[in-house]
């Protein structure tokens, strides 16, 4: 990509007031106001040829931005907590319990972040909804067992004085979900993820209230406009925190504490200028429903002045259409019928293989393509079905497996869609974003597994309209290098057969693989910026959609799944909602 082209997007980057940092959901206009300028500014005539060449020269130099952002949430979103100051200077702290000793707001304060965590027991019990607590995490861990109706004594046990004692960390593994489910207890974690904001802020909310040194280091964060980041060791996968990368100097996680704590920051100043009162706490012992509707509404709150995080992201997996290998597949179950009915068959070095390698899609495959493309463009806005086509319309981001089955059917079922369900000149560079993302790849067990390097996929014919589709996959094929599909080589096919046994994938590599490319998933939602719903489809294989879904998808069926993350955040499932219903 050439000197110019990087040039021409620092400038279109500091009109629009961003900086290099940006998120795939930046990349579409601005790829094409990097273009726009450069045809204006070429000494040549603009024929298609000229046109094209710019369009891949400035979604290249767009895509290596938004590549250095990627999984990161960038620090300028986080500062976005103060509010009206969004846009002043900050600095970061990060802070946990067992932080470095410093009066870091030079406020003589040694344990300035310290007493920010959780975890930090004040010298006077915290009263909290009216009970009495030793630190924020006991609460917190409490709220479990309210929400689920737990006996009194097991709610009373995370109080002064009870059976859970003063210790925040036993606090936490009283609240985890080992010690959960030995007490009986299943804990439905949807209404969980969405009230736990809730709980949070009101835990700190009246902390700030009864804790005086933990209001005056607070109000000290917004005088000195310090942005907090709350450190966890999970990084990315983290929801309450996360940390920096050592690689790339940025930040990964969704540090939704310290968000709460910025917001709380602001409103403590205030109370320690005297241009605020300190909000009442409960001294009444407030009962299980009032505490699960304050919650709630607290929850809602939070949700409308942070941002939706909590919103459920809108995702829709597709299995490719039909490929070659899938119909030669067919056609020889089709004059051996009895291997229909003998499973154990496909377990044996004896089962059929029509050595296609990295097959592309058969002509019934295009044709499904075709067909999923023009009913969503042409449904009827007055129909049933309209929901669902608006949803794929609608999609603004697209991950794909790296084979050439799952990349003709990006670019064929993709094919002149609209962004966000407006009527636009069809150009690429406004398209969905596509990334490639090798984890997503069929299990290893056959010839069609085995995949290619990316300069040898972009001479490929088929790959064309994916190409034209989405200006991001070329430089990305670049850059595909040898067996991204694993150590499996042809040469390990016996003459008609599937792979032996001995050089298929393992189950346990497909596992650990599927898991790796849910991460990845999450990790492209949640570091979004924030929109109310971030849309993304997902283009891979049956295999690998059964691992996740424990279902067998049809080709070319786009399903609708939920995201869902465990008690503490640290793994991730997908749960089906349903196949899309676009011939309502």
């Not at 804790?211 to 060791?233: G, I, K, S, T, Y």
């Amino acid at each position: 990509m050439s000197a110019v082209a990087r040039a021409v997007l620092r400038d279109v980057l500091t009109e629009r007031g961003k900086s290099l940092h940006l998120s795939s959901s930046d990349s579409s206009a601005i790829a094409g106001e990097v273009t726009r300028r450069l045809l204006a500014a070429a000494e040549s005539p603009i024929d298609p040829a000229l046109k094209a060449a710019t369009q891949r020269e400035a979604a290249d130099v767009v895509l290596v931005a938004v590549r250095d952002s990627l999984r990161a949430v960038g620090q300028s979103q986080r500062a976005q907590s103060w509010g009206d100051g969004a846009n002043a200077q900050y600095r970061a702290l990060q802070f946990q319990l067992r932080s470095k000793l410093g009066d870091h707001l030079s406020i003589g304060i040694p344990e300035t972040a310290r007493i920010l965590s959780n975890m930090w027991v004040p010298t006077e019990p915290l009263r909290l909804d009216g009970r009495l607590f030793r630190s924020v995490e006991h609460y917190f861990q409490r709220a479990k067992y309210v929400l689920v109706g737990a006996p009194a004594e097991e709610v009373a046990a995370f109080e002064v004085g009870g059976a859970v004692g003063d210790d925040p960390k036993k606090a936490r593994v009283a609240g985890g979900r080992k010690a959960f489910e030995a007490a009986g207890h299943v804990l439905d974690l949807e209404t969980w993820d969405n009230l736990s904001d809730g709980v949070m802020r009101s835990a700190l909310g009246q902390r700030m209230g009864c804790d005086p040194v933990f209001r005056r280091v607070l109000a000290e964060v917004a005088r000195q406009r310090v942005l907090l980041q709350h450190f966890e060791r999970s990084g990315a996968k983290s929801y309450w925190g996360g940390c920096v990368s050592k690689a790339s100097g940025q930040w990964h996680g969704g540090n939704r504490l310290g968000e709460i704590l910025c917001q709380l920051a602001g409103e403590c100043a205030r109370i320690e200028d005297g241009a605020a009162e300190i909000l009442a706490v409960p001294i009444r012992v407030l009962s299980r429903e009032e505490q699960l509707a304050r919650w709630r509404h607290v929850a809602a709150d939070l949700t409308g002045k942070l941002g939706g995080d909590r919103e459920r992201p809108r995702i829709v997996i597709i299995r490719h259409a039909e490929s070659a290998f899938n119909q030669a597949e067919e056609a020889f179950l089709d004059t051996h019928p009895e291997l229909r009915e003998t499973p154990e068959h496909w377990d044996t070095d004896e089962v059929y293989d029509p050595h296609l390698w990295d097959a592309p899609l058969s002509v019934k495959g295009r044709e499904q393509c075709r067909q999923l493309n023009e009913t969503v463009q042409h449904v009827d806005s007055a129909s049933s079905a309209s929901v669902a086509a608006n949803l794929l319309k609608s999609c603004d981001l697209v991950l794909c497996s790296p084979y050439l089955r799952t990349l003709q059917t990006a670019g064929l079922c993709f094919e002149g869609w609209p962004i966000d369900g407006l009527d636009r000149d069809r150009d690429a560079a406004e398209m969905p974003g596509l990334l490639l993302v090798p984890e997503l790849g069929e299990h290893v067990t056959s010839s069609c597994d085995i995949g290619r390097i990316g300069l040898d996929v972009l001479a490929d014919a088929e790959v064309q309209p994916a190409l034209q589709t989405f200006p991001s996959l070329a430089p990305q094929l670049k850059s595909l290098g040898e067996g991204w599909w694993g150590a499996t080589r042809r040469d390990h096919f016996p003459p008609g057969f599937h792979l032996s046994r001995a050089h298929r994938e393992t189950n346990a590599s497909l596992r650990k693989r599927c898991s790796s490319a849910l991460d990845i998933l999450a990790a492209e939602i949640e570091t979004a910026p924030r929109k109310k719903c971030r849309i993304v489809a997902v283009i891979g294989h049956s295999s690998h959609f059964h691992e996740w879904t424990g279902e067998w998808l049809d080709n070319c069926s786009p399903t609708e799944v939920e995201l869902h993350r465990s008690v503490h955040h640290d793994q991730y499932t997908l749960r089906i909602i349903g196949p899309l219903a676009l011939n309502g």
